[in-house]
Nanobody, 124 residues
Framework: QVQLVESGGGLVQAGDSLRLSCAAS????????MGWFRQPPGKEREFVAG????????YYADAVKGRFTISRDNAKNTVYLQMGSLKPEDTAVYCC?????????????????WGQGTQVTVSS
């Protein structure tokens, strides 16, 4: 079992930056691909970014490419999402997720463990 706990969300203004963290329990973190997903109010969950077990492969949604950066620290069992140039349309609940496998995926149904999420609200 893997437990994931997100932190770092909050209320910011458009153009600001924010860094989300996701701390994972267990000793298998370093072998798992990790992802960030978000669910805007009244909308479906969507992929934001993913990173392979080694941290050498990344995927980003087109909407965040160039503004967000995903990274991981396997020694700390933590994955990060650095968000910059935030826009009101980035407002959502952000969740991190872990795969059983080390290969990164954009598909939410390929992730096996999920955190509770952290709210990010961007005001205009």
């Amino acid at each position: 079992q893997v437990q994931l706990v997100e932190s770092g969300g909050g209320l910011v203004q458009a153009g600001d930056s924010l860094r989300l963290s996701c701390a994972a329990s267990g000793r298998t973190f370093s072998s798992r691909a990790m992802g960030w997903f978000r669910q805007p109010p009244g909308k479906e969950r969507e992929f934001v970014a993913g990173i392979s077990w080694s941290g050498t492969t990344w995927y980003y949604a087109d909407a965040v490419k160039g503004r967000f950066t995903i990274s991981r620290d396997n020694a700390k069992n933590t994955v990060y999402l650095q968000m910059g140039s935030l826009k009101p349309e980035d407002t959502a609940v952000y969740c991190c997720a872990a795969r059983t496998y080390g290969i990164v995926s954009r598909r939410y149904d390929e992730y096996d463990y999920w955190g509770q999420g952290t709210q990010v609200t961007v005001s205009s």
